[in-house]
Every structure is written in C-alpha cells, then in structure tokens.
C-alpha cells in the first residue's frame, strides 16, 4: 500500500519509491526530501487519493429487465450524468458553478489549496458531490416532478458565503439538468423493462424500435432507454470532427508523458484499436494514430464524411512525425475496411515526404526495413511494400490474440511462448490493397522498433480486469516487445472516458488505480456476493484477468497478490459465500494464487503457501464429495 500510494505522479510532478527503508523505518523517499517537494508530494497523495474515492465501479451485475431504485437510482444517475449529453450540462458541474467554481480546473490539482476558500481543491470536488446526490434524493422523494426542481435547488446547503449571496444567477445550468433527469433520464431508467419486453417480440418475429447506441456514461444518456435495436454509426464518418479533437489530445497527452519519463520523444508507438471503441467514440484511436503520423482527417462540408487526409506540415506539428504499428481486432478489421484503407494510406503519403529522417520516424523505419530486405534478395517495389506494413490483425475470419489459450490451459514458460502466440495470430498485413496477407516476419520488425505500447478505454462501465481482450491484446505486445528485444517497453494506458479531458497513465498507475477502486473495494466485493453463483464467477474472473496481465505486461507487486488471497480466498465471510455459491470459483482462484507463486510471479511466504493449501484441499474435497454422491 505505501508503494502504491508513493509511486504517484500528477500534473508536473512526479514521485518513486525504490521501496527500501532508512535505518529507523522511514522509507527513504521521504527521508530524502523536504520542505517543496514535501509539500508537492502530499498534495499528489491527496490527489491520488481524491480520485480513487471518486471512481466510478459498477454496483453488482446487470439483470436483464430490472430498473434500479432507491440508493441504487441515485447512483446511476450521478454516474450518468457526470459528464454533459449533447446539449445538456454535467450535474457536478453545475452544483460547481453554484459554489463558485470551475470543476474543470479543480481536477487538474485536487491537492492543491483553493484560492478563495483555502480548502484543497479535493475537499471541494467531494463537496460537490456531496450536494449532487443530495439533490438527487430530494428530488426523488418527491417522485423527480420536475416541477419541484426550484424548490430542491433552493433548499440547497449550501456554504454561508454562497447563501448570503444568492445561488439564482448561477443556477440556470443546474435547473437545465435536474429537469433533464427528471422528465427524460428516470422515465427512461424505467423503460428497462422493455429489454424482457422487446426480447419476446424479436421471439415472436415482431419489430423491435430502433435506437442509438453508445456508452451512456461518457455523455451519451441519450442511448437510453435500453432494449431497442440499436444502431452504431455510419463508418463514412469516421473519425468524427469531435474524435478528432480527443485524438488529438490523446497524442499530445503520450508524447508529453513519454518525454518526462524517457527524456525524448518515442520514435514508434505500438496501439491496440478494436471496432467496439471505434463505433462508442466515433473513431478516437483512428484519430490518435492521424495526430501521431501528422496528418489530418479531411471531411466532406455537406455530410462530415471523410473523403481523405491532409499532411500537416513539420513547422506546424509540436513533433516529429511518428511511426504507428496498430494490431487492430478482427471485428474492427472486419467492421471498417475503408478506415484501414485510408490509415494505410497515411502511412503511404508521410512515408514518402522527402523530409529529414530525425523529423520523420516512420520515414526512416520504412527506408531501414527496405534496406534490410533488399539484403535478403527481395526485388525493390516487393520491399517498399513490406516495409510500408503498419495495420496487422489476425487471419482473416479469426478473431483473437492467442494468448488466452496459454494462460487458460497454463500452456506456457516464459514471454517467448507468448510472443510466438501473438505474432503467429497476429501477423496478417491489413492495407488499402492487401487482406490479410502472411507478414509474421514484418509484424516482428515492426513491433521490435515498438518504444511504448498503449491501450486506450474509453468509458468507465468496465475495466482493465474485467474482460480478456486487454490482457491478450495490450499485454501481449508488451510480452512480445520484451521477448523480441529484451527490453520492457513503456507500457500506457489512455484514458478517454472524459472526452474532454483525455488522461495517458503508466499501466501500471492504471492498475493501482483500478485494483484500489474495485478490486478490492469492499464495496464491489459485496455487491458481486449479491448475484450467487454467477457473482463467484465474477470474482474468478477477476483473478484470471489479474494474474493474465501480471504474466504478460508484469503490473502486480506481491502486496497485490497478497490481498487479493486475503479478501478472496481466505476471508471467512469470503469463503463461505463462494463454498455455497461457486464452490468451483473458490478452487479456481486458490489455484490460480497457488500458479502465481509457482511461477514465482508472487513471492509468497511459506505460511501464505500453506493456508492457500489448505482452503483448495479443503474444496477440493467437498467437490469430490458432491460428485460422488
């Protein structure tokens, strides 16, 4: 926990502990620094602190057709309404705007004092969301009738200063969104019973209403009400004028981590893009790889379709022009052929600017790739072609990384396993004029050059250890990066859930960050006990992608693994749970802990070897015994 509370970084500062000690127990980070720095390090403490108790987790399982009530409707409709949709402004942004402030600036330096009342700015951002849900539940003992909406802003506690001074001048934006939610969010949270409803028409062959679809806590509450046939996007429009301006960001945002940590700007970036993130953002990742090359995405006036991109010129980018290996998802692949045409076709036209090659990275991977094969025989025009390969996926008609087979069925030794998996599954070459032709051998140069490789989420319905698809894709190119040059690479996380405030965290600061928030959040942990046996699943689940992404991108430190035994494994109440529920879930977990340490991924001490043994004997048993009876 002190490791992970020390290893912090926000805003222009930054912040590591080796994790020894001093003499007399202080750790020596802390020894070693004062007065200042002091001060900055606890107030990114503070921060950091802020924003884990200010996480968005899911509350238990979705249950097809149930309307959530009670405490239950009140978060759902504070997480849905956190960020603006479409015309209408962000609830903690208006009740900010009552207070005085502007919540934008306050996050950008949670720990920092606030200027006009001397509170941290951390303190001030709970505030405000102290008095969101208040709002919120006054309106809902009253039914949220829209009518009272002046009454509840009105009745508002509020500071003695902001009384004193009236609230109505800046309460317009507050009205605009408590009406909202109260004449169009909550009647439409209790259409869900249309999901059972529209369910049994589709059986019956009947029509089913169309609707948009989208996650709808990242500004788009308009998806709602659920259980209709939605639709996505029309793909001509990708990456969308908005999408372009996160993509930018999210660039900006790499390149400026990537510099404070390495001194220099990367040379190669290696992005993990699928279809569903593209068809939720409208095309952020695409946009991203367009900023990194330095082009920019061309839109027809009349419908905002693209019809092609344009090189931005050097004297007008903040960077050199860098190099892009993508390994896009087979649903991506098979969803946006024309966006894989006109990305390779980016690659093409900055790949051939006659500038000068430490201005023009891509330009001087394809010249160096192009040598290296002309030296093997290959004519010039078949070497050009090669050495242009930026897009890879798996073969056509096959999904996946190949890496969930190697940790599912412990099929595997070491990175150079993983490695072979990902390149064999995913060495197809994606061009304008090429459909998955056989490139292994570029796929492994390319991601050999690879500096840093990165993973973008887009919304925070769901996590980094909630599904495999991160583990295979992300974490296996860094596994493979390693085993291809002996390096780790830098390994980001992009966070655009906020499109407004696009975020680049070290993976393992994103896993810290995630393994606090849910993990191991009791509150989480209760809330999986609540779904039975399919909750134990979850909480294996868990385990698994856990122990997937330590075995591929190495992010989990041994106090992690260590928790995790004590809160899943050994608790009393834990173990009783799963023993009645999920028996199967508690041996899965026992046994994937008792792998970490075999692998000696997690330095366990004997007694924690020996209570691990003991629990799996223990179930182990009892699932004997009910088969045999």
């Not at 010039?380 to 056509?396: H, I, N, T």
Request: some cysteine.
């Amino acid at each position: 926990d002190l490791a992970a509370m020390l290893n912090v970084s926000h805003g222009d500062h930054s912040h590591t502990w080796d994790g020894s000690f001093t003499e007399d127990g202080t750790p020596t980070m802390l020894a070693e620094i004062s007065g200042k720095d002091f001060t900055h390090l606890m107030e990114d403490l503070d921060g950091y602190l802020c924003e884990l108790g200010g996480a968005t987790i899911r509350d238990g399982l979705h249950i097809l057709g149930w309307t959530p009530e009670d405490e239950q409707l009140i978060e759902t409709l504070a997480a849905l309404t956190r960020l603006p949709n479409l015309d209408v402004p962000g609830l903690p942004d208006s009740v900010a705007r009552v207070l005085g402030y502007e919540l934008p600036k306050l996050r950008e330096a949670p720990g920092e004092r606030n200027d006009g009342s001397g509170a941290h700015n951390a303190d001030v951002i709970e505030q405000v969301d102290v008095l969101s849900r208040d709002l919120l539940r006054d309106l809902a003992a009253t039914g949220f009738d829209s009518t009272e909406v002046d009454r509840a802003i009105m009745n508002l506690q509020l500071p003695t200063s902001r009384r004193t001074s009236g609230i109505q001048p800046l309460a317009s934006n507050l009205h605009l969104v408590l009406t909202f939610i109260c004449d169009s969010l909550v009647p439409n949270l209790r259409r869900n019973t249309d999901e059972i409803t529209n369910l049994l028409r589709a059986l019956n062959g009947e029509h089913i209403p169309a609707g948009p679809s989208g996650a709808p806590t990242r500004g788009m509450a308009h998806v709602l009400p659920t259980g209709r046939n939605f639709y996505t996007v029309d793909p001509r429009s990708l990456p969308s004028l908005a999408a372009w301006r996160v993509g930018e960001q999210l660039a900006e945002e790499l390149i400026r981590r990537y510099q404070r940590d390495e001194g220099q700007i990367p040379e190669s970036v290696g992005l993990s893009i699928w279809g569903t993130s593209a068809m939720r953002t409208h095309g952020d990742d695409i946009a991203q790889v367009f900023a990194l090359l330095g082009v920019r995405p061309r839109w027809q006036a009349e419908n905002k379709r693209l019809t092609g991109v344009d090189v931005i010129p050097l004297e007008q980018l903040n960077h050199p022009r860098i190099d892009v290996v993508c390994r896009i998802s087979g649903f991506f692949r098979d969803a946006f052929p024309h966006l894989i045409a006109l990305m390779d076709q980016a690659v093409r036209t900055v790949s051939d600017l006659g500038e000068p090659l430490d201005q023009n990275f891509i330009r001087k991977h394809v010249l160096e790739r192009q040598a290296a094969l002309l030296r093997s025989g290959m004519d010039e025009p078949e070497a050009m072609r090669r050495a242009r390969y930026r897009l890879f996926g798996s073969k056509p008609g096959a999904y996946g990384a190949g890496i969930l087979p190697l940790i599912d069925e412990r099929n595997w030794r070491d990175d150079a396993d993983f490695a072979q998996a990902y390149l064999n599954w995913g060495g197809y070459a994606y061009t304008e004029t090429d459909y998955g032709a056989a490139a292994h051998d570029d796929f492994a140069s390319a991601l050999g050059g690879v500096n840093v490789a990165v993973k973008n989420q887009d919304n925070r319905e769901h996590d980094l250890f909630d599904s495999d698809d991160y583990l295979q894709y992300h974490g296996g190119m860094i596994a493979t990066i390693r085993a291809l040059t002996g390096r780790a690479p830098r390994k980001y996380f992009g966070d655009n859930s906020d499109p407004a405030r696009p975020r680049v965290r070290d993976l393992k600061e994103e896993s810290l960050r995630v393994f606090r928030s849910r993990v191991v959040n009791p509150k989480w942990l209760a809330s999986a006990q609540r779904h039975g046996y399919k909750g134990g699943l979850e909480l294996a689940a868990t385990v698994d992608y856990l122990f997937g992404y330590d075995a591929t991108a190495e992010v989990v430190d041994d106090w992690m693994y260590t928790e995790v035994a004590e809160r899943y494994a050994l608790d009393a109440e834990m173990q009783a749970f799963l023993r009645e529920s999920n028996p199967w879930a508690l041996r899965d977990i026992v046994s994937r802990l008792q792998e970490a340490t075999q692998r000696g991924m997690w330095a366990a001490d004997e007694a924690m070897k020996e209570r691990l043994r003991e629990v799996y004997l223990s179930v182990d048993g009892d699932l004997e015994d009910r088969m045999d009876r």
